[in-house]
């Protein structure tokens, strides 16, 4: 039987030995090693996985209390603020980029769970689970994939916000990720589906389909119900939604 070897990066995030990186890099490892800045090498265990947001928390035992890197606030960024990437891309172990941030909220169509930071740092095979930091060093992105046939960097990567990795975190720590669930397909609100509808004005996820004995089915939703807000907060575009249904 042929071995592979896969590569790709992570962050520290406790003295512990806590380590984040992204699913894809440790999903169907058998083994999994990982090599400090300090060239130590230790194995690492899973803790906790989440394919749906291509995130992990993995583990390793270390003889000495380690340095994480602070995590900042992914809220606060703005289009144009510079941002460092370091991987290991093809292999180049500590590899650090630099760019900025080409745009917030990005949907790519990689899940209902999907909301990239874009930027355009040199993001390529080996970056992924690695840190995009601001210029104050905290971690505001995790990287995790590039848009491009050939594969390489093409001036645009992507990286999954830190909040959303902060949301997930505690129950990452427990071992899975458990989301709620309304039980809808929805669609976004069209400029054509505003006039027929009736409706003020473009905002809200257009309920297609409920499914049975669903909460939304038991609580009464129908199709055709426009919902415009959830658990207080509003719906803007249809893809808040899902999101705040699952946290």
Avoid: C
């Avoid at 491009?148 to 071992?175: C, H, T, W, Y």
């Amino acid at each position: 039987k042929f071995k592979q070897r896969g590569l790709g990066s992570g962050f520290l995030i406790d003295s512990k030995g806590q380590i984040l990186t992204n699913n894809h890099v440790v999903e169907n490892a058998e083994k999994i090693e990982v090599t400090l800045d300090t060239n130590k090498e230790y194995d690492a265990q899973i803790i906790g996985r989440d394919p749906k947001t291509d995130l992990a928390l993995i583990k390793i035992e270390a003889d000495e209390d380690l340095k994480p890197l602070p995590l900042g606030d992914s809220e606060s960024l703005k289009v144009g603020d510079w941002v460092v990437a370091i991987g290991s891309p093809f292999g180049l172990g500590h590899t650090v980029t630099a760019g900025i941030v080409s745009a917030k909220y990005r949907r790519i169509g990689l899940g209902a769970y999907d909301d990239f930071i874009q930027t355009d740092a040199s993001i390529n095979p080996g970056n992924s689970g690695g840190p995009l930091l601001n210029i104050k060093g905290e971690v505001i992105g995790v990287n995790t994939a590039i848009f491009s046939r050939s594969g390489g960097n093409v001036g645009i990567g992507f990286a999954i916000p830190v909040n959303m990795v902060k949301d997930l975190l505690p129950q990452l720590r427990e071992g899975r990720v458990v989301r709620g669930w309304l039980g809808v397909v929805i669609q976004p609100i069209t400029p054509e589906l505003k006039e027929a509808l009736g409706l003020e004005e473009e905002k809200g996820a257009l309920v297609s389909d409920v499914a049975e004995d669903s909460p939304a089915g038991k609580a009464g939703i129908l199709r055709g119900y426009v919902i415009v807000a959830f658990d207080g907060q509003d719906i803007e575009v249809m893809h808040d939604l899902p999101y705040l249904v699952a946290t």
